[in-house]
Nanobody, 122 residues
Framework: QVQLVESGGGSVQAGGSLRLSCAVS????????MYWVRKAPGKGLEWVSSINSGGGTTYYADSVKGRFTISQDNAEKTLHLQMNSLKPEDTAMYYCAADPRYGSDPADFSWWGQGTQVSVSS
């Protein structure tokens, strides 16, 4: 059974930091592409970041580039998202997702967690 469980969300003031984690089980973690996706109130899904199975290739949405860092720990089967210099527009439910293939459309991702809420106040 595949499970992705996010943690680390919370409420912070603008300029603050949070570190999200996603514990993964049921898949060969080291062979999957891993993703962070967010959904703000009243908006659609927004891809945030991707990391390849080897961990050597990362991609970021322009809106978070330079502020967020994606990483993974293959031994612990955990995905992370370090979020610095947070802005009110980063407020959203954050989901981790997994897929054996690379993609840019969240609708194509196979496995999803339940999400963790991030709220940034001005």
């Amino acid at each position: 059974q595949v499970q992705l469980v996010e943690s680390g969300g919370g409420s912070v003031q603008a300029g603050g930091s949070l570190r999200l984690s996603c514990a993964v089980s049921g898949i060969r973690f080291s062979t999957y592409w891993m993703y962070w996706v967010r959904k703000a109130p009243g908006k659609g899904l927004e891809w945030v970041s991707s990391i390849n199975s080897g961990g050597g290739t990362t991609y970021y949405a322009d809106s978070v580039k330079g502020r967020f860092t994606i990483s993974q720990d293959n031994a612990e089967k955990t995905l992370h998202l370090q979020m610095n210099s947070l802005k009110p527009e980063d407020t959203a439910m954050y989901y981790c997702a997994a897929d054996p293939r690379y993609g840019s459309d969240p609708a194509d991702f196979s496995w999803w967690g339940q999400g963790t809420q991030v709220s940034v106040s001005s």
